[in-house]
């Protein structure tokens, strides 16, 4: 009985409290206590702040690194080549995705173990490939920068990480079985890997950006991508056979013992930002702008004006709120600026010989008799 009683009691005043903070808001945009924030608009191009579209070439070394045949090899560096254009969408601050189309070649060399590396020689192969990828960039200096550096904000370092699909086209020339020859009838290794599900491999890697201007970027990056294929190096087909010992071809596959070549390119690259805002949005760090607004602040030294427009009859009263702005000199007034008639006569108080007692104005406020 109590408790539905105290229930009787609560639900008019709930209810009351509920109508009383409600905001009233159109059926496009929800309320400021469901959004969080009462200046609420249509998120649309017209209300970006910064472009957030780049696109960025560029090119350098690519080298065949974990694999059975290397692009290091006797001490010595065999030299390729990488390419790469990019669409580049900036999602937030932090993150942001890239369509890459990355085309070159590398060299490469090894030698078999035994008897047979003794016949063959060093191995030289060549990769050229064509690489579609979906790439993902994370803004490492935009995630864990210093709340108390204000520092100009030229450089960035990014971390990168996806997927993508790829061609190639591999060459295999040694001294014995993949040589050109009439008598016996031999020819070099041609492996040809199309564009297909099969060709999928990953790549992740860093980059240091610098900001030329509001238009230009450069980088310097390095990306290592495990192709997943022990194709890829050109060291022969990966059938069974190709690891079975006992088996007679050769054994470029056994050199290392890993099923998946990988390779790594360095490239120096120049990303050409798009749009017309002053700024790009992977060069802006909100929480960088809220604290340095907030010092501002806090750094600034602020005057108290009282009667900023000033008080024209010295009433005491500011003209802000002075209901009455030509005040007698010497009247007393009230907190509007209005001289006391404290009989309600009609006669200021300042005029009034009589100011308790309601009189004449004729007679300085006092009856007649």
Not at 22 to 32: C, D, I, Q, R, Y
Not at 35 to 43: E, T, Y
Not at 126 to 152: E, F, M, W
């Amino acid at each position: 009985m109590k408790l539905g009683l105290l229930l009787l009691a609560i639900l008019p005043i709930a209810t009351y409290a509920q109508d009383s903070i409600a905001v009233n808001s159109t059926n496009e945009f929800p309320n400021t206590f469901s959004s969080g924030s009462a200046d609420i608009k249509r998120f649309d191009n017209k209300a970006r702040k910064f472009n957030d579209w780049a696109i960025s070439i560029g090119g350098g070394g690519a080298f065949m690194t974990n694999a059975d045949l290397t692009s290091f090899y006797d001490k010595k560096i065999n030299w390729g080549y990488n390419t790469y254009v990019s669409i580049d969408k900036q999602i937030s601050h932090t993150f942001g995705v890239s369509i890459v189309y990355q085309r070159g070649e590398t060299n490469q060399k090894g030698m078999q173990d035994g008897l047979r590396g003794q016949l063959a020689g060093v191995g030289v192969a060549k990769t050229k490939y064509n690489q579609i990828a979906l790439i993902g960039d994370i803004n490492l200096s935009n995630l864990l920068r210093r709340v108390d550096n204000h520092s100009p904000y030229r450089w960035a370092v990014h971390a990168y990480g996806g997927f993508g699909f790829q061609n190639f086209n591999t060459s295999l020339h040694d001294n014995d079985e993949f040589r050109w020859s009439s008598n016996p009838k031999r020819v070099p290794l041609f492996i040809n890997q199309n564009l297909d599900i099969n060709s999928l491999y990953y790549q992740l890697g860093a980059g240091l950006k610098y900001k030329v201007s509001k238009l230009i970027d450069i980088e310097a990056r390095a990306m290592y991508i495990i192709s997943g294929d022990d194709e890829f190096d050109g060291g022969g087909y990966a059938g069974p056979h190709d690891y079975d010992p006992k088996s007679s071809n050769s054994k470029y596959n056994m050199i290392n013992d890993k099923r998946s070549d990988n390779m790594l390119t360095v490239n120096l690259g120049v990303s050409f930002k798009l749009g017309k805002h002053a700024s790009h949005l992977a060069w802006h760090d909100p929480l960088q702008e809220a604290y340095y607004k907030t010092n501002v602040l806090e750094n600034t030294t602020q005057e108290f004006v009282v009667c900023e427009s000033g008080d024209k009859d010295n009433d005491g009263v500011c003209d802000d709120w002075d209901r009455q702005l030509d005040t007698p000199a010497g009247a007393r007034v009230d907190g509007a600026g209005v001289a006391l008639d404290m009989d309600l006569d009609g006669v200021i108080d300042l005029y009034d010989k009589c100011v308790t007692v309601p009189g004449s104005p004729e007679n300085n406020g006092c009856p007649i008799k």
